[in-house]
């Protein structure tokens, strides 16, 4: 049921029995032979509130099939959505080295430029093969890329090619925005803190006496738009990106510039993609970042089949200076996406709510409503 109003017609702006001039509610006085503006809003339905007005009255027979509706259709989807989430298959490896036992305790204490670069093997059993395409992911906790200041430190017109960015960074980047006389591109705090450890993986062959390189898929792992539209080099007379960026500086903690990220001309400067995917900040100071993708070799053969499997890690990274950790994610993915338990849990959660609302209060409704069966409804 609902209440219905309806405002009156009106006729020139005025209201219903008063006069032009003089009457009651007139908004223009007339003195001395010049008009006098009223500062009385102007009398139409809009201004004076007499619009017409919908009023839902909640009844027993329109608030319980809601409830049940809900949670009729919240519950199933919620456990198809749950089941589907189980079904991704995930392993996940902690490299952090922080216990004594862990092959990667030696590289704990490892700096920004450390030469040669410490290097350490992890083995591992996947117990069940993984069927479709493997996403290789980099975790990393307690790492705040969703602070303020640490967000806007970049330079979006230097990361898009701009020329005169390029040499005149934005004063957002600062500190590191110049190393000493050059400016630093990428600069900024975001491009500075680039994760840059080296995942390479093998399968053991099962008499253990043979390793096989597992191809990772490199080009592929970045947004299309930040790809082909956000991110670009900067344009010249020249395609050599030396030439290009002449006159600027490495970030302070780069190994090498940024236009030596990779030989291949369609995936290096700024254009890198694993630079793109570390340039969009993460909202939570627990992330994952994708890598690199493994990508099935036929329909006859899982992609990573069961069996023992080794984990070469080129640390670079230091996170012990923060109690930060570091991991590598094997996961599948489903039309749904990644592994996401919490969306088929809430829709289970208010599904189960509402239909046990739902019960409640048609207990209530056949208990208690005939008492009021005779109350009149206000106008």
Not at 5 to 21: I, L, T, Y
Not at 369 to 375: P, Q, V
Request: glycine share 8%; net charge positive; hydrophobic share 35%.
């Amino acid at each position: 049921m609902a209440m219905n109003f309806n405002a009156k017609e009106e006729v020139d702006g005025q209201v219903p029995g008063s006069s032009g001039v003089g009457g009651a509610g007139v908004g223009v006085s007339v003195a001395g032979g010049a008009g006098v503006k009223s500062r009385k809003p102007d009398n139409t339905a809009f201004k004076q509130q007499r619009l017409p007005a919908w009023q839902p009255i909640l009844t027993a027979g329109t608030v319980l099939p809601a409830f049940f509706v809900i949670g009729l259709i919240f519950i199933p989807i919620g456990i198809g959505i749950f089941v589907t989430s189980n079904n991704i298959r995930e392993y996940e490896i902690d490299y952090t080295g922080t216990e004594p036992g862990s092959p990667c305790n030696k590289c704990l204490n490892v700096s920004w430029n450390n030469t040669p670069s410490c290097t350490c093997t992890i083995h591992f059993t996947l117990d069940q093969p993984f069927e479709s395409n493997v996403f290789m992911y980099y975790g990393l906790s307690n790492f705040y890329q969703n602070h303020r200041r640490y967000v806007k430190s970049r330079d979006d017109s230097q990361l898009n090619g701009d020329n005169n960015s390029l040499h005149h960074p934005s004063k957002e980047c600062e500190p590191y925005r110049t190393s000493g006389d050059k400016p630093i591109a990428p600069c900024g705090a975001i491009a500075n803190s680039m994760f840059n450890d080296t995942l390479t993986l093998f399968r053991i062959d099962r008499n253990e006496t043979k390793y096989i390189r597992i191809p990772l898929t490199k080009q592929g792992i970045a947004w299309w738009t930040d790809k082909n539209v956000k991110f670009r080099n900067p344009t010249g007379p020249t395609k050599d990106l030396a030439i290009l960026f002449q006159g600027t500086a490495k970030p302070v903690n780069w190994p090498k510039p940024v236009y030596e990220l990779d030989k291949d001309a369609d995936n290096n400067g700024f254009i890198n993609e694993d630079f793109i995917v570390w340039m969009r900040t993460a909202a939570l100071p627990t992330f994952r970042k994708l890598y690199r993708l493994i990508e099935r070799p036929d329909n006859l053969r899982p992609t990573l089949p069961a069996g023992n499997y080794s984990l070469e890690i080129e640390y670079n990274y230091p996170v012990h200076s923060f109690d930060g950790r570091k991991r590598m994610i094997l996961s599948t993915i489903s039309w749904m996406g990644g592994k996401n338990p919490f969306l088929g849990i809430a829709y289970i959660t208010v599904g189960s709510i509402c239909f046990f609302l739902g019960v409640v209060l048609l207990i209530i409704h056949h208990k208690y409503g005939n008492r009021n069966n005779s109350a009149d409804i206000p106008n």
